[in-house]
């Protein structure tokens, strides 16, 4: 199921990895993608090549990324040094991947080929029938899918088997995680303020005080709060009974918090408060308290469509595009087309995910949902993945058991820790690897 989309599902080296035919920015294959001159080989990578021509396609779509974000193209040399150390990196994960991945069902692989297909805008006839134009046989070009299937599916096990959660690291998290709970608990108080004069005297002071200390005792001997403080209060809220409404604790005075944070709904705090404003008599009418152990929960489901080429992203865009239509028209339903072209683990079950947590997804997928009506469907929404079209089915608000709350902190922690773990996986992968670089002909 995409792995649950969790966090640490990256992207390899931070991008797909590109072992497919560029795209045009239409969607079309690119014609005319082949370097012009003679093709040689750059370097060996256990079994497999890295090609001149493969160096040079990945300097040109380096250049034209650069110069759509509007920077600067490094010098050539580096430029050329970073191309050829991407394309060496790419096939030492792809052939180890081969060597130890898990088998890619040919079900799956054949939707992954057809929707490379339909993002382009052409049949599988068709895409067969250019990639023979480009000289890559429609074989070499499944198996290039199922490559990045492998790697992407590898990554994850290998990386995630090296990464060590302690015990003492979950329990910072869970403490960390309480107190900012605890910021976000809310009061609703009720208050009786006798106010005090800047500058007052002591016979002043004295008198506030005791008429303050008079309203105590009214309202602790029994009488309605609401009624005193409606006689005495020189508050602004003293027509409502002196209700203030429910507020964040980070919305309360420290001084307010600290006198009614140990009282039960319905009681009063047993001492005045004293402040700038004068003297307070508080009661704590409703708390809700913040606690990491309520969450909302969702069910939602999605349709997934990976993305062959960074290129490829305005097709497979509009694509999804099309199929919402399909959907809000009442063509297709979202179960039937995700059960046809979604890419994810989930295609099975009409790309339903189930009841998830907060934290289970990637945060662009997550933030996405979250913005959703009941029913709605979403833009594509692009993430690590692929693009995604999502529903959401249904919301609740879960109390989750310490367990599974140990067990989310487990899972965040090790996103936290999985991009220096992959790059020292990819970097102990390629010292292990055989690397012979070839000079090019004279």
Not at 162 to 183: Q, T
Not at 229 to 240: M, Q, T, V, W, Y
Request: hydrophobic share 40%.
């Amino acid at each position: 199921m995409l792995e649950r989309l969790i966090p640490s599902c990256r992207s390899l080296l931070g991008a797909a990895a590109v072992l497919l035919l560029p795209l045009s920015p239409g969607g079309a294959i690119a014609q005319g993608s082949r370097a012009t001159t003679a093709d040689y080989i750059v370097a060996v990578v256990n079994t497999e090549l890295v090609t001149a021509i493969e160096v040079q396609q990945r300097l040109e779509r380096a250049r034209a990324e650069a110069r759509r974000a509007g920077q600067s193209v490094p010098e050539e040399d580096a430029l050329r040094k970073q191309a050829v150390d991407a394309l060496i990196d790419e096939r030492v994960l792809v052939t180890f991947a081969r060597d130890n991945g898990p088998k890619v069902d040919e079900q799956e692989l054949d939707r992954a080929v057809t929707n490379v297909a339909a993002q382009n805008q052409i049949t599988l006839a068709q895409l067969r029938e250019r990639l023979k134009a480009e000289g890559l046989a429609f074989a070499r070009f499944r198996s290039n899918i199922k490559d990045q299937i492998l790697m992407e599916r590898v990554r994850e096990r290998e990386v995630s088997s090296r990464i060590r959660i302690s015990d003492p690291e979950i329990e910072k998290f869970l403490d960390d995680a309480r107190a900012a709970a605890n910021e976000e608990a809310e009061y609703n108080l009720a208050q009786i303020l006798i106010g005090l004069p800047e500058g007052a005297s002591q016979t002043e002071l004295a008198q506030r005080r005791a008429l303050a200390d008079k309203a105590l005792a009214r309202v602790r001997g029994g009488e309605n709060f609401a009624a005193v403080a409606a006689e005495l209060s020189e508050d602004g809220n003293k027509a409502l009974g002196g209700e203030i409404g429910m507020r964040t604790q980070k919305r309360l005075p420290d001084l307010f918090v600290a006198a009614v944070r140990t009282l039960a709904p319905g009681q009063i705090a047993p001492d005045l408060v004293r402040s700038g404003a004068g003297f307070h008599v508080l009661k704590l009418i409703d708390r809700k308290d913040g606690a990491i152990g309520r969450i909302n929960q969702t069910h939602a489901r999605h349709i997934l469509l990976r993305l062959s080429d960074p290129g490829a992203a305005q097709a497979t865009g509009r694509r999804l595009d099309d199929l919402r239509r399909q959907i809000e028209r009442a063509e297709k339903t979202f179960e039937e087309l995700a059960r046809q072209v979604s890419e994810d683990g989930s295609a099975s079950a009409g790309g339903d995910l189930g009841w998830t947590s907060p934290g289970n997804f990637v945060p662009e997928f997550e933030e996405a949902m979250n913005k959703l009506e009941l029913g709605g469907i979403s833009a594509p929404v692009p993430t690590r993945f692929g693009l995604h079209l999502i529903q959401v089915l249904e919301r609740r608000e879960a109390v989750i058991e310490l367990k599974e709350l140990r067990e989310q902190a487990r899972n965040q922690l090790r996103e936290q820790k999985f991009a220096q773990a992959f790059d020292e996986w990819a970097k102990e992968l390629r010292l292990r690897a055989y690397v012979e670089f070839r000079e090019p002909p004279l």
